[in-house]
């Protein structure tokens, strides 16, 4: 191999590599993004069916006070 196709392959090994970072990199944005998305739907999910038991439970106290 002369130098020219060692600086040839060497410049493809660079871009190869950033190519493959920024892919990993973007990947793992996404997955982030979509698991705190997931994360905000179950809270939200969690909040409103305690908010339901709490409504349930209260419902028969209002029902004894208006009584």
């Known amino acids: ?10 410049g493809r090994n660079n871009r190869t590599l950033i190519i493959a970072v920024v892919a990993v990199v973007l ?7 979509r698991d705190r998305q997931k994360q905000r739907d179950f809270e939200l ?5 305690r908010v339901e038991l709490l409504e349930d439970w209260n419902l ?8």
């Open 45 to 49: 999910r969690r909040l409103e069916k």
């Open 1 to 10: 191999m002369n130098r020219e196709d060692i600086n040839t392959f060497t």
């Open 27 to 33: 990947v793992v944005i996404v997955m982030y993004w």
């Open 60 to 67: 028969p106290a209002r029902n004894k006070r208006q009584w």
